[in-house]
């Protein structure tokens, strides 16, 4: 009885034992999946905090772009408006010139107002022949230019049909050297056949 007792015992401790162990079993597995599905949580966080900087870092690098485009266009802006006034700055002061140089001219022959009239008008019509001249040169350029190209045309042409008149030479000869060569060989023919014909009759003369 005592031994089957002790057995008894024995059998609930080892239950008891196992019991605890797969106890033990679930709460480390139970840990280590807590575990991972905080280290799973942690790298969703650490991905969306990288996606959060690369957005930001997207949206600094367009915000930096736009303000340089921004600057570019203004800085460009800035540079026309200043040749602009760079241009009418010019254009104001050649007229102050011309004004100036007038008023002095009209200052040293005061007097002599037809002269200066005379002079001013010579000046003007020396400006407008002179213009004319250039017109007229350029006209006569262009008119050398369409010379040298028509006689270009006319020397390709002239060329082209030079060559088809050698090509049609070219063919006559060769059709009289064919007509040639085709009269001898019908002579030669015809000769032949009186050859044969010749002896054919002398033939028959020998027999009778």
Excluded: F, H
Aim: aromatic share 0%; with cysteine; hydrophobic share 5%.
């Amino acid at each position: 009885m005592r031994t089957a007792s002790l057995c008894k015992q024995q059998q609930e401790e080892q239950e008891e034992e196992e019991e605890e162990e797969e106890e033990e079993q679930e709460e480390e597995q139970e840990e280590q999946e807590e575990e991972e599905e905080e280290q799973e949580e942690e790298q969703e966080e650490q991905e969306e905090e990288e996606e959060e900087q690369e957005e930001e870092e997207e949206e600094e690098q367009e915000e930096e772009q736009e303000e340089e485009e921004d600057e570019q266009e203004q800085e460009q802006e800035e540079e026309e408006e200043e040749e602009e006034e760079q241009e009418e700055e010019q254009e104001e002061q050649e007229e102050e010139e011309e004004e100036e140089q007038e008023e002095e001219y009209k200052a040293c022959i005061p007097l002599d107002l037809p002269a200066l009239t005379q002079d001013l008008e010579g000046s003007r019509q020396q400006e407008e022949e002179e213009e004319e001249a250039e017109v007229e040169e350029k006209e006569e350029d262009e008119e050398k230019e369409e010379e040298k190209e028509e006689e270009k045309e006319e020397e390709e042409r002239e060329k082209k049909e030079e060559e088809e008149d050698e090509e049609k030479e070219e063919e006559e000869e060769e059709e009289k050297e064919e007509e040639k060569d085709q009269e001898k060989e019908e002579k030669e023919e015809e000769k032949r056949e009186e050859n044969e014909g010749g002896g054919g009759r002398q033939q028959l003369a020998c027999q009778q």
